[in-house]
Nanobody
Framework: QVQLVESGGGLVQAGGSLRLSCAAS????????MGWFRQAPGKEREFVAT????????VYTGSVKGRFTISRDNAKNTAYLQMNSLGPEDTAVYYC???????????????WGQGTQVTVSS
């Protein structure tokens, strides 16, 4: 059983940056694909980014390409999401997830964190 704990959310002004972290325990971190998803109020949860087991491959949803960077440190059992040039449209609860498939579909991820709130003011 893998436990995931996100941190790093908060309130930031438009144009600012935040770095989210996802600390994993209870499993072999390097054997899992890691993903970030988000859910805005009144909207469905959406895929943000994913990174493969070694960190050598990444995929982003179009709205965050060039602004967000997903990374991982397998020695620290931690995944990250660096978010730059934030806008109000990025306001959401951000979740990290672990799975076996390098895919953006949320149902392919087996383990989820509790989420961290990101609020971007205009």
């Amino acid at each position: 059983q893998v436990q995931l704990v996100e941190s790093g959310g908060g309130l930031v002004q438009a144009g600012g940056s935040l770095r989210l972290s996802c600390a994993a325990s209870g499993g072999t971190f390097s054997s899992y694909v890691m993903g970030w998803f988000r859910q805005a109020p009144g909207k469905e949860r959406e895929f943000v980014a994913t990174i493969n087991w070694s960190g050598g491959s990444t995929v982003y949803t179009g709205s965050v390409k060039g602004r967000f960077t997903i990374s991982r440190d397998n020695a620290k059992n931690t995944a990250y999401l660096q978010m730059n040039s934030l806008g109000p449209e990025d306001t959401a609860v951000y979740y990290c997830a672990a799975g076996r498939f390098f895919d953006g579909s949320d149902y392919k991820y087996n383990y989820w964190g509790q989420g961290t709130q990101v609020t971007v003011s205009s």
